[in-house]
Protein backbone atom coordinates (compact mmCIF):
# COMPACT_ATOMS: atom_id res chain seq x y z
CA UNK A 1 0.00 0.00 0.00
CA UNK A 2 1.38 3.07 -1.23
CA UNK A 3 1.53 5.71 2.12
CA UNK A 4 3.23 8.62 0.56
CA UNK A 5 3.48 9.81 -3.45
CA UNK A 6 5.79 12.82 -4.80
CA UNK A 7 5.12 13.89 -8.10
CA UNK A 8 7.15 16.52 -9.92
CA UNK A 9 8.62 17.94 -6.93
CA UNK A 10 10.94 21.18 -7.53
CA UNK A 11 12.65 23.34 -5.71
CA UNK A 12 14.89 25.72 -7.24
CA UNK A 13 17.27 28.28 -5.10
CA UNK A 14 18.54 31.55 -7.30
CA UNK A 15 18.50 29.40 -10.65
CA UNK A 16 19.87 26.47 -8.51
CA UNK A 17 17.69 23.45 -9.13
CA UNK A 18 17.86 21.26 -5.46
CA UNK A 19 15.34 19.31 -5.97
CA UNK A 20 14.13 18.94 -9.38
CA UNK A 21 11.15 16.83 -11.12
CA UNK A 22 11.54 14.15 -8.45
CA UNK A 23 8.94 11.23 -8.56
CA UNK A 24 8.83 8.69 -5.97
CA UNK A 25 6.14 6.26 -3.80
CA UNK A 26 6.90 4.97 -0.59
CA UNK A 27 5.27 1.83 1.05
CA UNK A 28 3.28 2.27 4.23
CA UNK A 29 5.88 0.16 6.76
CA UNK A 30 8.79 0.37 4.82
CA UNK A 31 11.79 1.53 5.36
CA UNK A 32 13.10 3.99 2.38
CA UNK A 33 16.54 5.33 1.97
CA UNK A 34 17.88 8.26 0.12
CA UNK A 35 21.20 8.19 -0.97
CA UNK A 36 23.43 10.49 -3.18
CA UNK A 37 26.68 12.52 -2.94
CA UNK A 38 26.64 16.13 -0.72
CA UNK A 39 24.77 18.39 -2.62
CA UNK A 40 21.94 16.37 -4.22
CA UNK A 41 19.01 17.60 -2.35
CA UNK A 42 18.56 15.29 0.01
CA UNK A 43 18.03 17.47 2.75
CA UNK A 44 15.88 19.84 0.84
CA UNK A 45 13.89 17.39 -0.18
CA UNK A 46 13.07 16.43 3.83
CA UNK A 47 12.14 20.09 4.15
CA UNK A 48 10.02 19.94 1.26
CA UNK A 49 8.28 17.00 2.84
CA UNK A 50 8.08 18.33 6.40
CA UNK A 51 6.93 21.89 5.34
CA UNK A 52 9.90 24.05 6.25
CA UNK A 53 10.63 24.54 2.52
CA UNK A 54 7.78 25.26 0.11
CA UNK A 55 7.74 23.68 -3.50
CA UNK A 56 8.08 25.02 -6.58
CA UNK A 57 6.09 22.90 -8.07
CA UNK A 58 4.66 19.35 -7.66
CA UNK A 59 2.43 16.96 -5.36
CA UNK A 60 2.81 15.24 -2.21
CA UNK A 61 0.34 12.60 -1.50
CA UNK A 62 0.16 11.57 2.24
CA UNK A 63 -2.55 8.44 3.09
CA UNK A 64 -4.13 9.59 -0.16
CA UNK A 65 -4.36 13.49 1.29
CA UNK A 66 -3.06 16.23 -1.17
CA UNK A 67 -0.61 17.94 1.71
CA UNK A 68 1.29 20.18 -0.81
CA UNK A 69 2.35 23.39 0.91
CA UNK A 70 1.13 22.78 4.43
CA UNK A 71 2.98 24.38 7.05
CA UNK A 72 5.24 22.45 8.87
CA UNK A 73 3.24 22.10 11.90
CA UNK A 74 0.12 21.03 10.37
CA UNK A 75 1.97 17.99 8.39
CA UNK A 76 3.03 17.31 12.06
CA UNK A 77 -0.53 17.01 13.20
CA UNK A 78 -0.95 14.70 9.87
CA UNK A 79 1.95 12.32 11.27
CA UNK A 80 5.17 13.49 9.47
CA UNK A 81 7.72 13.96 11.95
CA UNK A 82 11.80 14.17 11.59
CA UNK A 83 14.97 14.61 13.13
CA UNK A 84 17.48 17.10 11.73
CA UNK A 85 21.31 16.43 10.16
CA UNK A 86 22.71 19.68 11.75
CA UNK A 87 20.77 19.25 15.69
CA UNK A 88 17.83 21.11 16.32
CA UNK A 89 18.03 20.54 20.31
CA UNK A 90 16.14 22.62 22.34
CA UNK A 91 19.10 23.63 24.30
CA UNK A 92 17.38 25.75 26.60
CA UNK A 93 15.39 22.56 28.41
CA UNK A 94 15.88 19.14 30.13
CA UNK A 95 16.25 16.39 27.47
CA UNK A 96 12.91 15.19 28.97
CA UNK A 97 11.25 18.71 28.15
CA UNK A 98 12.86 18.46 24.29
CA UNK A 99 11.06 14.91 24.70
CA UNK A 100 7.52 16.58 26.18
CA UNK A 101 7.62 19.17 23.34
CA UNK A 102 6.91 16.54 20.50
CA UNK A 103 4.25 15.44 22.71
CA UNK A 104 2.93 18.72 21.75
CA UNK A 105 -0.15 17.71 19.87
CA UNK A 106 -1.57 15.80 21.99
CA UNK A 107 -1.43 18.14 25.46
CA UNK A 108 -4.25 19.69 26.78
CA UNK A 109 -2.54 23.05 25.62
CA UNK A 110 -5.38 25.30 25.55
CA UNK A 111 -4.41 28.66 27.09
CA UNK A 112 -7.10 29.26 29.70
CA UNK A 113 -6.96 25.51 31.05
CA UNK A 114 -2.95 26.72 31.25
CA UNK A 115 -3.22 30.04 32.55
CA UNK A 116 -5.02 28.73 35.35
CA UNK A 117 -3.88 25.18 35.86
CA UNK A 118 -6.29 22.97 35.97
CA UNK A 119 -6.67 19.60 36.60
CA UNK A 120 -7.03 18.87 32.61
CA UNK A 121 -3.79 20.53 32.08
CA UNK A 122 -1.73 18.77 35.28
CA UNK A 123 -3.31 14.92 34.15
CA UNK A 124 -2.30 15.79 30.52
CA UNK A 125 1.42 17.07 31.79
CA UNK A 126 1.49 13.80 33.94
CA UNK A 127 1.00 11.40 30.74
CA UNK A 128 2.84 13.21 28.69
CA UNK A 129 5.98 12.67 31.42
CA UNK A 130 5.20 9.18 31.71
CA UNK A 131 5.54 8.79 27.69
CA UNK A 132 8.47 10.86 27.28
CA UNK A 133 10.46 9.19 29.70
CA UNK A 134 9.11 5.90 27.77
CA UNK A 135 10.35 6.84 24.57
CA UNK A 136 13.69 8.30 26.59
CA UNK A 137 14.12 4.37 27.19
CA UNK A 138 13.16 2.87 24.19
CA UNK A 139 15.68 4.84 22.07
CA UNK A 140 18.26 3.96 24.93
CA UNK A 141 18.75 7.45 26.59
CA UNK A 142 17.18 6.30 29.77
CA UNK A 143 20.38 7.47 32.00
CA UNK A 144 19.31 10.87 30.43
CA UNK A 145 15.52 11.64 31.54
CA UNK A 146 16.53 14.52 34.12
CA UNK A 147 19.54 15.72 32.32
CA UNK A 148 19.70 19.43 30.81
CA UNK A 149 20.00 18.65 26.67
CA UNK A 150 22.95 20.63 26.59
CA UNK A 151 24.41 18.18 29.31
CA UNK A 152 23.94 15.31 26.71
CA UNK A 153 26.93 13.93 24.55
CA UNK A 154 27.14 14.07 20.95
CA UNK A 155 25.57 10.68 20.14
CA UNK A 156 22.84 10.92 22.33
CA UNK A 157 21.43 14.19 20.89
CA UNK A 158 20.71 12.15 17.75
CA UNK A 159 19.04 9.93 19.85
CA UNK A 160 17.06 12.58 22.00
CA UNK A 161 15.97 13.96 18.67
CA UNK A 162 14.59 10.76 17.51
CA UNK A 163 12.89 10.05 20.59
CA UNK A 164 11.48 13.77 20.52
CA UNK A 165 10.34 13.39 17.02
CA UNK A 166 8.67 9.87 17.82
CA UNK A 167 7.16 11.69 20.89
CA UNK A 168 4.91 13.13 17.83
CA UNK A 169 3.30 9.88 17.36
CA UNK A 170 4.29 10.03 13.50
CA UNK A 171 3.07 7.91 10.54
CA UNK A 172 5.95 8.13 9.02
CA UNK A 173 9.29 9.53 10.30
CA UNK A 174 12.31 11.49 8.19
CA UNK A 175 15.69 10.63 10.05
CA UNK A 176 17.66 12.99 8.50
CA UNK A 177 21.84 11.11 8.19
CA UNK A 178 20.97 9.76 12.53
CA UNK A 179 23.91 8.33 12.05
CA UNK A 180 26.40 10.93 11.17
CA UNK A 181 29.93 11.59 13.32
CA UNK A 182 29.13 8.19 15.18
CA UNK A 183 31.26 5.39 15.78
CA UNK A 184 30.58 1.92 14.74
CA UNK A 185 29.10 0.94 18.26
CA UNK A 186 26.75 3.87 18.17
CA UNK A 187 25.57 3.11 14.50
CA UNK A 188 24.41 0.10 15.08
CA UNK A 189 22.43 1.13 18.03
CA UNK A 190 21.18 3.56 15.34
CA UNK A 191 20.71 0.38 13.20
CA UNK A 192 18.69 -1.32 15.40
CA UNK A 193 16.63 1.54 16.65
CA UNK A 194 15.36 2.04 12.76
CA UNK A 195 13.96 -1.52 12.60
CA UNK A 196 12.75 -1.48 15.69
CA UNK A 197 10.69 1.80 14.83
CA UNK A 198 9.61 -0.22 11.35
CA UNK A 199 8.63 -3.20 12.94
CA UNK A 200 6.51 -0.41 15.55
CA UNK A 201 4.58 0.42 11.84
CA UNK A 202 6.37 3.14 11.13
CA UNK A 203 7.16 4.47 8.04
CA UNK A 204 10.54 5.89 8.17
CA UNK A 205 12.55 7.80 4.86
CA UNK A 206 15.93 7.96 5.87
CA UNK A 207 18.97 9.82 4.27
CA UNK A 208 22.72 8.60 5.41
CA UNK A 209 26.01 8.55 4.12
CA UNK A 210 26.51 5.57 5.99
CA UNK A 211 26.20 2.78 3.33
CA UNK A 212 26.41 0.04 5.65
CA UNK A 213 23.58 0.79 7.82
CA UNK A 214 21.93 1.85 4.47
CA UNK A 215 22.35 -1.51 3.12
CA UNK A 216 21.55 -2.93 6.21
CA UNK A 217 17.91 -1.30 7.40
CA UNK A 218 16.53 -0.60 3.60
CA UNK A 219 13.60 -1.92 1.97
CA UNK A 220 14.32 0.41 -1.20
CA UNK A 221 16.75 2.94 -2.13
CA UNK A 222 16.37 5.69 -4.02
CA UNK A 223 19.43 7.53 -5.33
CA UNK A 224 19.42 11.36 -5.97
CA UNK A 225 22.11 13.58 -7.93
CA UNK A 226 22.08 17.64 -8.77
CA UNK A 227 18.43 17.35 -7.63
CA UNK A 228 17.68 14.57 -9.90
CA UNK A 229 16.31 11.19 -9.38
CA UNK A 230 19.46 8.79 -10.91
CA UNK A 231 18.03 5.47 -9.61
CA UNK A 232 16.10 3.75 -7.48
CA UNK A 233 15.39 -0.37 -6.39
CA UNK A 234 16.23 -2.62 -4.16
CA UNK A 235 20.33 -2.88 -2.26
CA UNK A 236 21.08 -5.48 -4.68
CA UNK A 237 19.80 -3.20 -7.65
CA UNK A 238 21.41 -0.12 -6.40
CA UNK A 239 24.55 -1.60 -6.05
CA UNK A 240 24.44 -3.03 -9.32
CA UNK A 241 23.68 0.01 -10.68
CA UNK A 242 26.76 1.27 -12.93
CA UNK A 243 25.57 4.59 -13.03
CA UNK A 244 25.27 5.04 -8.99
CA UNK A 245 28.69 3.86 -9.12
CA UNK A 246 30.34 6.23 -11.15
CA UNK A 247 27.80 9.22 -9.07
CA UNK A 248 27.90 8.13 -5.79
CA UNK A 249 29.10 4.97 -4.37
CA UNK A 250 32.56 4.32 -6.18
CA UNK A 251 34.60 2.21 -3.67
CA UNK A 252 32.05 1.98 -1.47
CA UNK A 253 30.02 -0.25 -3.21
CA UNK A 254 32.06 -3.28 -2.03
CA UNK A 255 31.28 -2.04 1.30
CA UNK A 256 29.19 -4.39 3.22
CA UNK B 1 3.05 15.83 43.29
CA UNK B 2 6.54 16.11 42.07
CA UNK B 3 9.15 17.93 42.86
CA UNK B 4 8.57 20.85 40.17
CA UNK B 5 5.00 21.24 41.44
CA UNK B 6 6.29 21.22 45.03
CA UNK B 7 9.22 23.76 44.45
CA UNK B 8 6.21 25.72 42.60
CA UNK B 9 3.85 25.95 45.34
CA UNK B 10 7.00 26.35 48.31
CA UNK B 11 7.65 29.85 46.05
CA UNK B 12 4.14 30.65 45.81
CA UNK B 13 3.87 30.44 49.83
CA UNK B 14 7.81 32.28 50.08
CA UNK B 15 6.29 34.89 48.37
CA UNK B 16 3.12 35.18 49.91
CA UNK B 17 4.71 35.47 53.05
CA UNK B 18 7.30 38.29 52.09
CA UNK B 19 4.84 40.17 50.66
CA UNK B 20 2.75 39.64 53.83
CA UNK B 21 5.49 40.65 56.07
CA UNK B 22 6.49 43.47 53.59
CA UNK B 23 4.91 46.30 55.43
CA UNK B 24 6.81 45.23 58.79
CA UNK B 25 9.71 46.60 57.29
CA UNK B 26 8.13 49.89 55.41
CA UNK B 27 9.12 52.53 57.65
CA UNK B 28 7.29 55.55 56.07
CA UNK B 29 5.72 56.90 52.80
CA UNK B 30 8.91 56.86 50.56
CA UNK B 31 9.47 53.24 51.73
CA UNK B 32 5.81 52.39 50.68
CA UNK B 33 5.95 54.26 47.21
CA UNK B 34 9.70 52.25 46.29
CA UNK B 35 7.56 49.11 47.24
CA UNK B 36 4.33 49.79 45.04
CA UNK B 37 6.45 50.74 41.96
CA UNK B 38 8.92 47.58 42.20
CA UNK B 39 5.50 45.64 42.25
CA UNK B 40 3.89 46.94 39.50
CA UNK B 41 7.34 46.90 37.63
CA UNK B 42 7.83 43.73 38.65
CA UNK B 43 4.41 42.34 37.22
CA UNK B 44 5.39 43.87 33.63
CA UNK B 45 8.38 42.51 33.77
CA UNK B 46 7.06 39.12 34.73
CA UNK B 47 4.93 39.64 31.48
CA UNK B 48 7.88 40.60 29.38
CA UNK B 49 9.88 37.99 30.42
CA UNK B 50 7.51 35.56 28.78
CA UNK B 51 8.30 37.12 25.62
CA UNK B 52 11.82 37.93 25.98
CA UNK B 53 13.23 35.11 28.10
CA UNK B 54 10.75 32.32 27.36
CA UNK B 55 9.86 32.88 23.80
CA UNK B 56 13.28 34.30 23.05
CA UNK B 57 11.59 37.69 21.59
CA UNK B 58 12.98 41.17 21.94
CA UNK B 59 10.82 44.16 22.80
CA UNK B 60 12.09 47.47 23.06
CA UNK B 61 8.35 49.18 23.00
CA UNK B 62 6.57 47.83 26.21
CA UNK B 63 6.55 51.23 27.76
CA UNK B 64 3.67 52.51 25.06
CA UNK B 65 1.39 49.65 26.33
CA UNK B 66 1.86 50.28 29.91
CA UNK B 67 1.49 54.04 28.78
CA UNK B 68 -1.90 53.50 26.77
CA UNK B 69 -2.93 51.81 29.60
CA UNK B 70 -1.96 54.39 32.23
CA UNK B 71 -4.01 56.74 29.56
CA UNK B 72 -6.99 54.58 29.41
CA UNK B 73 -7.30 54.79 32.96
CA UNK B 74 -6.79 58.90 32.93
CA UNK B 75 -8.87 59.47 29.66
CA UNK B 76 -12.31 57.55 29.90
CA UNK B 77 -13.08 58.08 33.35
CA UNK B 78 -12.83 61.39 32.95
CA UNK B 79 -13.80 62.13 29.60
CA UNK B 80 -16.38 59.43 28.89
CA UNK B 81 -17.63 59.11 32.47
CA UNK B 82 -16.35 55.21 32.66
CA UNK B 83 -16.01 53.28 35.93
CA UNK B 84 -12.42 53.24 36.64
CA UNK B 85 -12.76 48.96 36.35
CA UNK B 86 -14.38 49.55 33.40
CA UNK B 87 -11.73 51.75 31.74
CA UNK B 88 -8.62 49.38 32.46
CA UNK B 89 -10.42 46.45 30.93
CA UNK B 90 -11.31 48.75 28.18
CA UNK B 91 -7.64 49.42 28.19
CA UNK B 92 -6.23 46.37 28.41
CA UNK B 93 -8.33 44.70 25.75
CA UNK B 94 -7.93 48.20 23.44
CA UNK B 95 -3.62 47.51 23.95
CA UNK B 96 -4.38 43.67 23.15
CA UNK B 97 -6.27 44.43 20.02
CA UNK B 98 -3.04 46.85 19.51
CA UNK B 99 -0.51 44.31 20.28
CA UNK B 100 -2.38 41.80 18.32
CA UNK B 101 -2.57 43.51 15.02
CA UNK B 102 1.19 45.11 15.32
CA UNK B 103 2.09 41.58 16.51
CA UNK B 104 1.42 40.18 12.98
CA UNK B 105 3.71 41.96 10.82
CA UNK B 106 6.49 42.92 13.28
CA UNK B 107 6.70 39.10 15.14
CA UNK B 108 8.01 38.18 11.21
CA UNK B 109 10.90 39.81 11.36
CA UNK B 110 14.07 38.28 13.52
CA UNK B 111 16.79 39.64 16.12
CA UNK B 112 17.45 43.17 15.82
CA UNK B 113 15.01 43.80 12.73
CA UNK B 114 12.66 43.00 15.51
CA UNK B 115 13.92 45.01 17.95
CA UNK B 116 14.03 47.76 15.89
CA UNK B 117 10.45 47.39 14.66
CA UNK B 118 9.37 47.23 18.61
CA UNK B 119 10.87 50.46 19.27
CA UNK B 120 9.50 52.21 16.38
CA UNK B 121 5.81 51.21 17.87
CA UNK B 122 7.01 52.45 21.62
CA UNK B 123 8.30 55.84 19.97
CA UNK B 124 4.67 55.92 17.70
CA UNK B 125 2.87 56.07 21.44
CA UNK B 126 4.70 58.41 23.52
CA UNK B 127 4.77 60.82 19.94
CA UNK B 128 1.26 60.62 19.99
CA UNK B 129 0.73 61.32 23.89
CA UNK B 130 3.18 64.16 23.59
CA UNK B 131 1.13 65.50 20.42
CA UNK B 132 -2.62 64.92 20.91
CA UNK B 133 -2.39 67.84 23.57
CA UNK B 134 -6.52 68.13 23.71
CA UNK B 135 -6.63 64.55 24.71
CA UNK B 136 -3.37 64.04 26.81
CA UNK B 137 -2.16 67.05 28.28
CA UNK B 138 0.75 66.98 26.03
CA UNK B 139 4.00 67.01 27.57
CA UNK B 140 2.63 68.68 30.58
CA UNK B 141 0.38 65.14 31.81
CA UNK B 142 -2.70 64.59 32.90
CA UNK B 143 -4.11 63.54 35.93
CA UNK B 144 -5.96 60.64 37.18
CA UNK B 145 -9.18 60.17 39.36
CA UNK B 146 -9.54 57.81 42.28
CA UNK B 147 -9.24 53.94 41.60
CA UNK B 148 -12.57 52.88 43.12
CA UNK B 149 -14.64 49.65 43.14
CA UNK B 150 -17.74 48.66 44.94
CA UNK B 151 -17.78 51.57 47.00
CA UNK B 152 -15.05 51.67 48.07
CA UNK B 153 -11.59 53.91 47.06
CA UNK B 154 -8.15 52.93 47.10
CA UNK B 155 -5.84 55.10 48.90
CA UNK B 156 -3.02 55.50 51.51
CA UNK B 157 0.08 53.56 51.66
CA UNK B 158 -1.32 50.06 52.70
CA UNK B 159 -4.40 49.94 50.38
CA UNK B 160 -2.07 50.25 48.05
CA UNK B 161 0.75 48.32 48.92
CA UNK B 162 -1.87 45.23 49.92
CA UNK B 163 -3.58 46.07 46.23
CA UNK B 164 -0.59 45.63 44.05
CA UNK B 165 1.02 42.78 46.69
CA UNK B 166 -2.25 40.88 45.30
CA UNK B 167 -1.94 41.53 41.92
CA UNK B 168 1.71 40.67 41.95
CA UNK B 169 1.00 37.37 43.28
CA UNK B 170 -1.58 36.41 40.68
CA UNK B 171 0.29 37.64 38.01
CA UNK B 172 3.07 34.86 39.89
CA UNK B 173 0.50 32.12 40.17
CA UNK B 174 -0.53 32.47 36.46
CA UNK B 175 2.83 32.90 34.91
CA UNK B 176 3.79 30.13 36.77
CA UNK B 177 0.79 27.65 35.94
CA UNK B 178 1.80 28.90 32.40
CA UNK B 179 5.52 28.36 32.27
CA UNK B 180 4.68 24.73 33.09
CA UNK B 181 2.27 23.86 30.84
CA UNK B 182 2.17 22.54 27.23
CA UNK B 183 2.40 26.66 26.25
CA UNK B 184 5.05 27.12 28.27
CA UNK B 185 7.13 24.83 26.82
CA UNK B 186 5.77 25.60 23.08
CA UNK B 187 7.31 29.24 24.09
CA UNK B 188 10.71 27.43 25.13
CA UNK B 189 10.88 25.32 22.36
CA UNK B 190 10.26 28.29 19.97
CA UNK B 191 13.08 29.96 21.68
CA UNK B 192 15.14 26.50 20.87
CA UNK B 193 14.79 26.30 17.49
CA UNK B 194 11.73 27.18 15.46
CA UNK B 195 11.96 25.07 12.83
CA UNK B 196 12.70 21.83 15.09
CA UNK B 197 9.51 23.66 17.10
CA UNK B 198 7.28 23.93 13.89
CA UNK B 199 8.42 20.24 13.07
CA UNK B 200 7.03 18.94 16.58
CA UNK B 201 3.82 20.15 15.62
CA UNK B 202 4.10 23.82 17.53
CA UNK B 203 2.63 26.39 15.41
CA UNK B 204 5.57 29.25 16.09
CA UNK B 205 4.17 32.42 14.42
CA UNK B 206 0.41 31.79 16.92
CA UNK B 207 2.59 31.59 19.87
CA UNK B 208 4.50 34.35 19.35
CA UNK B 209 1.81 36.44 18.78
CA UNK B 210 -0.04 34.79 21.97
CA UNK B 211 2.84 36.15 24.01
CA UNK B 212 3.83 38.91 22.61
CA UNK B 213 -0.72 40.22 23.36
CA UNK B 214 0.00 38.59 26.63
CA UNK B 215 2.48 40.73 27.89
CA UNK B 216 1.11 43.58 26.61
CA UNK B 217 -2.51 43.30 28.43
CA UNK B 218 -0.21 42.84 31.72
CA UNK B 219 1.63 46.18 31.17
CA UNK B 220 -1.66 47.97 30.32
CA UNK B 221 -3.18 46.44 33.61
CA UNK B 222 0.00 47.70 35.55
CA UNK B 223 0.23 51.01 33.46
CA UNK B 224 -4.04 51.75 34.68
CA UNK B 225 -2.94 50.48 38.49
CA UNK B 226 0.41 53.06 38.54
CA UNK B 227 -2.07 56.04 36.86
CA UNK B 228 -4.66 55.66 39.84
CA UNK B 229 -1.27 54.96 42.20
CA UNK B 230 0.00 58.06 40.99
CA UNK B 231 -2.83 60.17 40.16
CA UNK B 232 -0.92 61.90 37.68
CA UNK B 233 0.88 60.73 34.07
CA UNK B 234 3.12 62.14 31.62
CA UNK B 235 4.09 60.49 28.42
CA UNK B 236 7.39 59.60 29.96
CA UNK B 237 5.61 56.76 31.15
CA UNK B 238 5.80 55.49 27.31
CA UNK B 239 9.03 56.52 26.75
CA UNK B 240 11.84 54.92 25.45
CA UNK B 241 13.98 55.17 28.60
CA UNK B 242 11.28 53.38 30.20
CA UNK B 243 11.23 50.58 27.75
CA UNK B 244 14.84 50.22 28.19
CA UNK B 245 14.51 50.02 32.21
CA UNK B 246 11.95 47.58 32.05
CA UNK B 247 14.43 44.79 29.54
CA UNK B 248 16.78 45.97 31.89
CA UNK B 249 15.11 44.11 34.94
CA UNK B 250 14.38 41.21 32.67
CA UNK B 251 17.86 40.84 31.79
CA UNK B 252 19.77 41.39 35.13
CA UNK B 253 17.15 39.56 37.17
CA UNK B 254 17.14 36.68 33.96
CA UNK B 255 16.06 35.26 31.58
CA UNK B 256 13.45 32.45 31.80
CA UNK B 257 13.09 33.28 35.44
CA UNK B 258 9.82 34.85 36.83
CA UNK B 259 11.67 34.77 40.57
CA UNK B 260 14.46 36.41 38.32
CA UNK B 261 11.85 39.14 36.76
CA UNK B 262 11.13 39.94 40.34
CA UNK B 263 15.04 40.19 42.31
CA UNK B 264 15.44 42.61 38.54
CA UNK B 265 12.62 44.42 39.38
CA UNK B 266 12.90 44.72 42.78
CA UNK B 267 16.72 46.02 42.10
CA UNK B 268 16.36 48.16 40.13
CA UNK B 269 13.62 49.90 41.22
CA UNK B 270 15.55 50.37 44.89
CA UNK B 271 18.94 51.38 43.15
CA UNK B 272 18.25 54.62 41.62
CA UNK B 273 16.76 55.75 45.00
CA UNK B 274 19.28 54.97 47.00
CA UNK B 275 21.76 56.67 44.47
CA UNK B 276 19.08 59.52 43.67
CA UNK B 277 22.45 62.11 43.76
CA UNK B 278 23.13 60.46 40.71
CA UNK B 279 20.10 61.22 39.14
CA UNK B 280 21.63 62.44 35.83
CA UNK B 281 23.64 59.41 35.20
CA UNK B 282 20.61 56.93 35.84
CA UNK B 283 20.60 55.90 32.15
CA UNK B 284 24.41 55.44 32.27
CA UNK B 285 24.16 52.99 35.15
CA UNK B 286 21.24 51.11 33.52
CA UNK B 287 23.30 50.94 30.59
CA UNK B 288 26.19 49.85 31.70
CA UNK B 289 24.20 46.99 34.05
CA UNK B 290 22.84 45.66 30.70
CA UNK B 291 26.54 45.67 29.28
CA UNK B 292 28.28 43.70 32.08
CA UNK B 293 25.04 41.39 32.28
CA UNK B 294 25.61 40.59 28.98
CA UNK B 295 29.38 39.45 29.25
CA UNK B 296 29.59 38.17 32.62
CA UNK B 297 26.44 36.28 33.20
CA UNK B 298 24.31 36.18 29.98
CA UNK B 299 21.55 34.17 31.81
CA UNK B 300 20.76 36.57 34.60
CA UNK B 301 21.22 36.82 38.37
CA UNK B 302 18.86 34.31 39.08
CA UNK B 303 19.53 31.36 37.35
CA UNK B 304 23.26 31.77 37.48
CA UNK B 305 23.03 31.74 41.22
CA UNK B 306 20.46 28.51 40.82
CA UNK B 307 23.06 26.74 38.82
CA UNK B 308 26.33 27.36 40.97
CA UNK B 309 23.77 26.56 43.80
CA UNK B 310 22.73 23.20 42.21
CA UNK B 311 26.59 22.74 40.59
CA UNK B 312 27.50 22.74 44.65
CA UNK B 313 25.39 20.11 46.13
CA UNK B 314 25.47 17.91 42.82
Known sequence: MTFLRVTGLSKSFGGVKAVDQVDFTVKAGHVFSIIGPNGAGKTTLFNLLTGLTMPDAGAIILDGEDVTGLPAHQLAARGVSRSFQNLQIFFN??????????????????????????????????????????????????????????????GALKRLEIARALATRPRILML???????NPAETA?????????????????????????VWGVSDHIMVLNHGRVLAEGTAEEIRANPEVVEAYLGHRARER | MNGTRLQRYGGLLLLALALALGPLFLQNGFHYNVAILAGLNAIVCIGLNLLIGYAGQISLGHAGFYALGAYASAILPDRFG??????????????????????????????????????GMGIIVSIVLDQEVDITGGPDGMPVGDLSAFGYVVSGNLAWYTLVAILLFITVWLALNLVHSPVGRALKAVHGSEIAA?????????????????????????????????????????????????????VLGGMASITGSIVGAVLL??????????????????????MSMMILMPKGLVPTLAGLFKGRRS
Do not use: W
Not at chain 1, 121 to 143: K, Q
Not at chain 1, 176 to 181: F, K, N, R, S, W
Not at chain 2, 87 to 103: E, H, K, R, Y
Open chain 2, 198 to 250: AAMGVDVFHYKVLVFVVSAIIASVAGSIFAHYSGFITPDEGSFIHSIELVTMV
Open chain 2, 82 to 119: FHPLGAMITGAVAVGLIAFAVARPILRLKGHYLAMATL
Open chain 1, 176 to 182: DEPAAGL
Open chain 1, 93 to 154: MTALENVMVGNHLHTTRRFLPCLFGSSSVRDSEARTRIFAEELMHYVGLGDYVDADASALPY
Open chain 1, 189 to 213: EIDALIKRIAEDGITVLLVEHDMHL
Open chain 2, 269 to 290: TVLPQMLADFHDYEMIVFGAIL
